[in-house]
């Protein structure tokens, strides 16, 4: 019995080690494992944000033209382009010019917040500087850019710009238009389109000027039909209209 007690008491101390080393084995697989399903997650989440960046960004709006802004080549003079934009969407959206050349170039207006099928024709003014030392540019090439984005926001807003940095991460770049110069005496199917273009802005623009007329309620038998809602709604975009083109 004495040898059976000793037996177990040699055996005794091998068995503890044995013990803790499974268990820290365990821990350690654990712990491992843990480590893996976080770095998979990890990977999982940056390969998802890597394939929505290369996803092509849907447009809000349609342009025309679609990637460039002609301008009348006039050297020490103020021209004009236009471009019409539309918002294709289901939902309000606001747009916003941006130039690489702020100083010799402005919109009007330069922003805007367009309903569900609505359309603009924005007016785009540029100086043309002379070319060194009197010479005929006979590129007619420049360097000027204009970017276009877009903005989805709910409903009728007052716009501002600052709507465009208070929600950076939803801001979409609609497109990078680049200036082209057409030959104001020589007659070209773009030039007529422009011509075309800024006569219709021209247009609107007064429209947007004058009050609109207080016609009274239309009669349609013995009832009075009043479609109070869209009157108010075309007052509306008449004011924010003028109010833009007068910030210039």
Request: proline share 6%; hydrophobic share 35%.
């Amino acid at each position: 019995m004495a040898k059976s007690s000793s037996n177990n008491k040699f055996w005794g101390l091998f068995r503890l080690p044995f013990k803790q080393s499974g268990n820290t084995t365990i821990n350690s697989s654990s712990s491992s494992s843990t480590n893996l399903t976080q770095q998979l997650n990890q990977t999982s989440n940056t390969v998802s944000s890597v394939a929505r960046s290369l996803l092509p960004t849907r447009r809000r709006l349609r342009l025309d033209p679609s990637t460039k802004l002609y301008f009348p080549y006039e050297p020490g003079k103020q021209v004009r382009s236009a471009i019409r934009i539309k918002n294709t969407s289901k939902s309000h959206v606001a747009f916003k010019f941006q130039t690489t050349a702020p100083k010799s170039c402005f919109m009007r207006p330069p922003g805007g917040i367009l309903a569900p099928g609505e359309t603009i024709i924005a007016t785009v003014f540029k100086f043309v500087e002379l070319p060194e030392n009197n010479e005929i540019q006979k590129d007619q090439k420049s360097n000027v850019k204009f970017k276009i984005m877009s903005l989805k926001v709910k409903g009728e807003l007052d716009y501002v710009p600052e709507l465009f940095d208070e929600q950076r991460d939803q801001v979409a770049v609609e497109q990078i238009l680049r200036v082209v110069f057409l030959d104001a005496d020589r007659p070209s199917s773009a030039l007529e389109k422009l011509k075309r273009q800024l006569a219709e802005a021209e247009s609107a623009l007064e429209a947007r000027k004058k009050p609109p007329e207080d016609t009274g309620p239309r009669i349609v038998g013995e009832a009075l039909v009043i479609d109070e809602w869209k009157e108010r709604r075309e007052r509306y975009l008449a004011r924010q209209q003028v109010e833009a083109v007068d910030s210039l």
